[in-house]
């Protein structure tokens, strides 16, 4: 029978210890010396596909190894999130999402939890919402659209990116806030209610800047959501200084790993990708998208997700969101 003395264990221990880390920073070392798949959940075209291949490119420029993105759409976004997250935790497999990886937390059964599956690499940017109503529509601010729809019930509706998306919980929570009847008009996706929107078969909508820019001269801009004006919008007030609650969060683009990838691996990624999202021609190339560059270490989006979460839940259940 082998006996050890404390003294003995615990320098075995101390030795495994230094092993595992030694391995994890070898491994960081190393990486990468492979091709790496970023996984956009959504098809080819949209916004995070045009970031996703905006990084991925100047990725493989920097690093010298093929970066290639996979379009897994599906699901809300599901399909390709759980693709991240049942990966290989070797760093060789990134997610590009979206807002609605934390805003489907409280509206359906995820085959995975966002917040404790997935780790946080870098925030890449923010995109802002934009209530607008059609320009026939006899309201200049947000006081005046609540006046009119309450004296005209059953006449108005909101039109959104389909059940669960940023534009359904921001609509709900305006009707509900505002003690409305707006009827809930879904698309799929931004293409349709843009083209429904500019044919005024639908009122309102709150439209994501980052695939709504071009067609903003088009409607009438009332509001946007966030703690402050936009700099390409300053003479639209936000949401709260119109009086409205809980719309301070903006929708995001972000860069994930899955969990139990080693921490060095995750650091070497988030720092390269910070370095390139607040290089001079990204900064510029997600300006030029209506986004507001992010760039956020791991842990301050981690906090992020947190609050958002938390705001995203309180919102569906205060205004009884639902999706089939």
């Given at each position: 029978?082998i006996?050890?003395t404390?003294?003995?264990?615990?320098?075995?221990?101390?030795?495994?210890?230094?092993?595992?880390a030694?391995?994890?920073?070898?491994?960081a070392?190393?990486?990468p010396d492979k091709?790496?798949n970023?996984?956009?959940?959504y098809p080819?075209g949209?916004?995070?596909?045009?970031?996703?291949?905006l990084?991925?490119?100047k990725?493989?420029?920097a690093?010298n190894?093929?970066?290639?993105?996979e379009?897994?759409?599906?699901a809300?976004?599901?399909?390709?999130n759980?693709?991240?997250?049942?990966?290989?935790?070797?760093?060789?497999t990134?997610l590009?999402?979206?807002?609605?990886?934390v805003q489907?937390?409280?509206?359906?059964k995820?085959p995975?939890?966002?917040?404790?599956?997935?780790?946080?690499?870098?925030?890449?940017?923010?995109?802002?919402?934009?209530?607008a109503?059609?320009?026939?529509?006899?309201?200049?601010n947000?006081?005046e659209l609540?006046?009119?729809?309450?004296?005209?019930?059953?006449?108005?509706n909101?039109?959104?990116?389909?059940?669960?998306t940023s534009?359904?919980?921001?609509g709900?929570?305006?009707n509900?806030?505002?003690?409305?009847d707006?009827?809930?008009i879904?698309?799929?996706?931004?293409?349709?209610?843009?083209?429904?929107?500019?044919g005024?078969h639908?009122?309102m909508?709150?439209?994501?800047?980052g695939s709504s820019?071009p067609?903003?001269?088009?409607?009438?801009l009332?509001?946007?959501?966030?703690e402050k004006?936009?700099?390409?919008?300053?003479?639209?007030?936000t949401?709260?200084?119109?009086?409205?609650?809980?719309f301070?969060p903006?929708?995001?683009?972000?860069?994930?790993?899955?969990?139990?990838?080693?921490?060095?691996?995750q650091?070497?990624?988030?720092?390269e990708?910070?370095?390139?999202?607040k290089?001079p021609?990204?900064?510029?190339?997600i300006?030029?998208?209506?986004l507001?560059?992010?760039g956020?270490?791991?842990?301050?989006?981690?906090?992020i997700?947190?609050?958002?979460?938390g705001?995203?839940?309180?919102?569906?259940?205060?205004?009884?969101?639902?999706?089939?």
């Amino acid at each position: 029978m082998i006996r050890f003395t404390r003294r003995a264990f615990t320098a075995a221990l101390l030795a495994l210890g230094l092993a595992s880390a030694g391995t994890g920073t070898a491994l960081a070392a190393a990486y990468p010396d492979k091709p790496i798949n970023f996984v956009v959940p959504y098809p080819a075209g949209g916004a995070t596909d045009i970031i996703g291949r905006l990084l991925a490119q100047k990725l493989s420029e920097a690093w010298n190894v093929p970066v290639v993105v996979e379009n897994k759409p599906g699901a809300g976004g599901t399909i390709g999130n759980n693709t991240v997250v049942r990966a290989a935790p070797d760093g060789y497999t990134v997610l590009v999402a979206i807002t609605a990886l934390v805003q489907q937390i409280p509206l359906m059964k995820l085959p995975y939890d966002p917040l404790k599956d997935l780790a946080p690499i870098t925030r890449v940017a923010v995109s802002p919402s934009i209530l607008a109503v059609t320009k026939s529509t006899p309201a200049a601010n947000v006081a005046e659209l609540v006046s009119l729809v309450k004296s005209n019930p059953g006449q108005y509706n909101y039109g959104t990116y389909g059940p669960g998306t940023s534009s359904h919980l921001q609509g709900a929570l305006f009707n509900y806030q505002n003690n409305l009847d707006l009827a809930h008009i879904p698309f799929k996706g931004a293409a349709p209610l843009i083209t429904a929107f500019m044919g005024d078969h639908v009122k309102m909508a709150f439209l994501d800047a980052g695939s709504s820019r071009p067609q903003l001269p088009n409607f009438k801009l009332l509001g946007v959501t966030g703690e402050k004006r936009l700099a390409w919008l300053p003479d639209v007030p936000t949401l709260k200084e119109q009086g409205q609650k809980m719309f301070e969060p903006m929708g995001w683009f972000g860069i994930f790993l899955p969990a139990a990838t080693p921490a060095d691996i995750q650091k070497k990624l988030s720092d390269e990708l910070i370095r390139i999202i607040k290089s001079p021609e990204v900064t510029k190339r997600i300006e030029d998208l209506g986004l507001i560059p992010g760039g956020d270490d791991p842990e301050a989006f981690k906090k992020i997700l947190v609050n958002d979460a938390g705001i995203y839940a309180e919102i569906v259940k205060s205004a009884n969101v639902v999706i089939d």
